[in-house]
């Protein structure tokens, strides 16, 4: 298996700009998960879905993020307008029920706005 | 929520030598506690785990003990490695909940 796969792994954008963040999660994997990593902040949970359902969204910071998940093999997120404090890295993880506790996550997308 | 607290920051060790970190947590009723490894460029990675139904656990070099009655669990890894060096992070979370609390993560690097 390829693992969790995102795209793009760097993106550089500027303030004010639409970005696009995307996932594939591991096949089979009903759980998805999206995650901020900021040296202030850690590691943040922003949402989850299960079978393709947001379940979660309390950790999403405001109006400008929103995610997806049309089917279970693709999830985005969106952040748009973007601000230069939305600079960080994004995880994707995925799991699967029958362990659902054990999440795998994916290289991660560093985003720069400038 | 849970609020996971982890210790110390950064770690260097020599070679050989072992490395403890240590994280407490607030939430007296979680009860699955993983660490995670994250190497640099790449994503945390799942190395071992514990469930509150028992005190230790042990991979290898790698072992996790846990304390319920004090809220707090520990990584131990011996005969440290070059290869060991990266961030480690602790989480807590209950069984049948899918919010992984973090802590803010130790930076361990392995001296040669």
């Known amino acids: 298996d390829a693992g969790v796969i995102q795209s793009p792994r760097h993106e550089v954008t500027e303030m004010g700009q639409e970005v696009t963040l995307r996932c594939k999660p591991i096949?089979?994997?009903?759980?998805l998960f999206w995650y901020r990593q900021t040296m202030m902040r850690g590691l943040e949970l922003l949402i989850y879905?299960?079978?393709?359902?947001?379940?979660?969204d309390s950790g999403m910071p405001e109006d400008r993020f929103s995610a997806k998940m049309p089917n279970a093999s693709f999830s985005t997120l969106k952040i748009q307008p973007s601000e230069p404090r939305d600079s960080a890295v994004y995880f994707c993880?995925?799991?699967?029920?029958?362990?659902?506790?054990?999440?795998?996550f994916g290289p991660g997308t560093r985003l720069t706005v400038l | 929520g849970e609020n996971v607290e982890q210790h110390p920051s950064t770690l260097s060790v020599q070679e050989g030598d072992s490395a403890v970190i240590k994280c407490t947590y607030s939430?007296?009723?979680?009860?699955?506690f993983p660490w995670y490894k994250q190497e640099l460029g790449k994503g945390p990675q799942l190395i071992i785990d514990?469930?509150?139904?028992?005190g230790e656990k042990k991979d290898q070099r790698i072992a996790v003990t846990l304390n319920k009655t004090a809220k707090h669990f520990s990584l131990h890894i011996t005969e440290t490695q070059p290869e060991d060096s990266a961030v480690y992070f602790c989480?807590?979370?209950?069984?049948?909940?899918?919010?992984?609390?973090f802590g803010a993560g130790t930076t361990v690097t392995v001296r040669a």
């Open positions: 096949s089979g994997h009903d759980y």
């Open positions: 993880a995925s799991s699967s029920w029958t362990n659902s506790n054990e999440q795998f």
């Open positions: 939430d007296s009723a979680s009860n699955y």
């Open positions: 989480a807590a979370t209950r069984s049948n909940d899918y919010k992984l609390s």
């Open positions: 879905f299960n079978n393709n359902v947001p379940i979660d």
């Open positions: 514990i469930r509150s139904n028992v």
